[in-house]
C-alpha cells in the first residue's frame, strides 16, 4: 500500500519504518526540515534498538523517504496516519494542536478516497472530531481509523513487527478488511486484529495506560512497605508474579515509571 505518516517522532517513526520493512511504499512528513534532512542520510534522532538498520536498509531499497512537503505525500498515499505528539497542556489534557492542524492539512489535500488513521494517543472522542472537521473542509470521501500503538521503549521494533494485538476502529467493515490487510504481515503467528468502534479503540488505549500504571504504582507502594518492615521486593515481586491472573510484567517498583508508561505507549 502506499502509506503516509504525518510526524516522525517515536511512534511515527517505529510505525512508518515497520511498514515499510513488510513492502509498502511510504512517506514519512515533518515540518523540521533539519530533522527530515538527517533521516534522509539515515541518521536517526532516537535511540531505539535496530531502527537505524532498518531506517537505512528500507530507504536505501526506496520504500522509505522522508519529506517536509505534507500535501504532497497525503494526495500520493492511500492510507494517511495521523502520528504527530500530543503532549499535556498546563491542565493536564492533551494538547491537540498539532493534531488537528495536521487534520485539517488532510482535509485540504483530499483528492480521492483516503483511509485517515489516528495513531497518536488522542482523548477519547477525537476520531469524531477528525471525522467532522474533515468534512466540514471538503467534500471527498474518506473514513477515520483510531489504531492505537502499544509500544515499549527498548522493544519497540519487535512490538510493532510481532504485535500482542492490533486494535481496529471504525464502523466500516471495507474499512477493516483494508487495516487487516496492511497488518496481515505482522500478526502471522496467529496474534488478534480486533475489531470495535472509533470510541471503543480511544478507550482501550486509555484502559491499557491506566491499567499498566496502576501496577507499577501499586508496586512502589509495595516497595515502601518492604522497606519499613525489612522485606526484600524482589522476592515479594517473584513470589505474587507466579499468578497468572497477576503475571510478571510491569511490576518493577521505579521512581517515574508509572509516567514513562503513559509518555512512551
Not at 519529506?67 to 492533551?94: H, L, M, N, Q, Y
Not at 496474534?191 to 491506566?210: C, D, G, H, L, R
Not at 504504582?217 to 518492615?229: G, I, P, Q, T, Y
Request: glycine share 8%; with cysteine.
Amino acid at each position: 500500500m502506499k502509506i503516509c505518516v504525518l510526524g516522525t517522532g517515536y511512534v511515527g517513526l517505529v510505525a512508518g519504518t515497520c511498514f515499510a520493512e513488510n513492502g509498502n511504499d511510504v512517506i514519512c512528513v515533518d515540518l523540521n526540515k533539519e530533522k527530515i534532512d538527517a533521516l534522509n542520510h539515515g541518521q536517526i534522532p532516537i535511540y531505539e534498538p535496530g531502527l537505524t538498520d532498518l531506517v537505512q536498509r528500507n530507504t536505501k531499497e526506496g520504500r522509505l523517504s522522508f519529506t517536509t512537503d505534507g500535501p504532497a505525500s497525503i494526495r500520493k498515499s492511500e492510507v494517511i496516519f495521523i502520528a504527530v505528539g500530543t503532549p499535556s497542556s498546563t491542565d493536564g489534557s492533551a494538547d491537540l494542536e498539532l493534531f488537528m492542524k495536521a487534520a485539517e492539512n488532510i482535509a485540504d489535500n483530499l483528492n480521492d478516497y483516503k483511509i485517515v488513521v489516528n495513531k497518536s494517543t488522542v482523548p477519547v472522542g477525537t476520531a469524531a472530531k477528525v471525522d467532522k472537521l474533515i468534512r466540514s473542509r471538503t467534500n471527498k470521501p474518506f473514513d477515520v481509523v483510531s489504531n492505537p500503538e502499544f509500544l515499549k521503549e527498548g522493544s519497540a521494533i519487535d512490538d510493532f513487527l510481532r504485535p500482542d494485538r492490533v486494535v481496529i476502529g471504525t464502523a466500516k467493515e471495507s474499512v477493516y478488511k483494508t487495516m487487516a490487510q496492511l497488518y496481515g504481515p505482522f500478526v502471522r503467528q496467529g496474534n488478534p486484529i480486533i475489531w470495535m468502534s472509533n470510541v471503543s479503540a480511544e478507550m482501550t488505549k486509555y484502559a491499557a495506560n491506566s491499567f499498566l500504571a496502576t501496577k507499577i504504582s501499586f508496586m512502589n507502594e509495595v516497595a515502601n512497605l518492604c522497606e519499613l518492615v525489612g522485606a526484600d521486593v524482589d522476592s515479594v515481586r517473584k513470589g505474587i508474579s507466579t499468578d497468572v491472573r497477576i503475571g510478571k510484567h510491569f511490576l518493577y517498583a521505579g521512581v517515574g515509571m508509572a509516567a514513562l508508561v503513559f509518555r512512551k505507549t
